[in-house]
């Protein structure tokens, strides 16, 4: 008997019975699904170890900006100090930091409570439709 690459031949030199034939790929199915798994858990493992990175290197990233802004308002309340007293060009950036601050918040909350409920009434509309098809086609 020829034998299948991997499987065994359980030392009879006759064909297997169709039961043992049914108990052999059961196994070698399950040990497939098993190496499958341990696969797809290394590639995860993988990956899951890249994106900790990067989101380790995104976390720098933010620091530095926020640095950054620091150093420019810094600089900005500097070139001020040319045309006003220290504590007046503090001042002028504060509002101006204050202001922009406003802004953003106010455009955020609109986005927001645009966008609440987070239901997805696309996709509701699409299951509603799917549901009313399949009472339609079941009541006939």
């Not at 043992?20 to 199915?29: I, P, W």
């Not at 530095?64 to 420019?72: K, P």
């Not at 504060?94 to 409570?113: D, P, Q």
């Amino acid at each position: 008997m020829r034998q299948v690459s991997g499987a065994k031949n359980m030392g009879s030199d006759q064909e297997d019975s169709v039961p043992e034939l049914v108990v052999r790929a059961s196994h070698q199915m399950s040990e497939l699904v098993r190496e499958e798994m341990r696969l797809a858990r290394a590639e995860m493992v993988g990956k899951v170890k890249r994106v900790g990175a990067g989101s380790g290197m995104l976390g720098g990233a933010g620091l530095a900006a926020i640095l950054a802004a620091q150093a420019l308002v810094a600089g900005a309340i500097a070139a001020l100090t040319l045309l006003l007293p220290l504590w007046a060009s503090a001042l002028v950036v504060a509002g101006l930091l204050a202001a922009t601050a406003g802004v953003l918040a106010a455009a955020g909350k609109r986005r927001v409570t645009h966008g609440l409920p987070p239901v997805p009434e696309e996709a509701l509309e699409s299951l509603k439709a799917d549901i009313s098809v399949i009472k339609e086609r079941t009541t006939r």
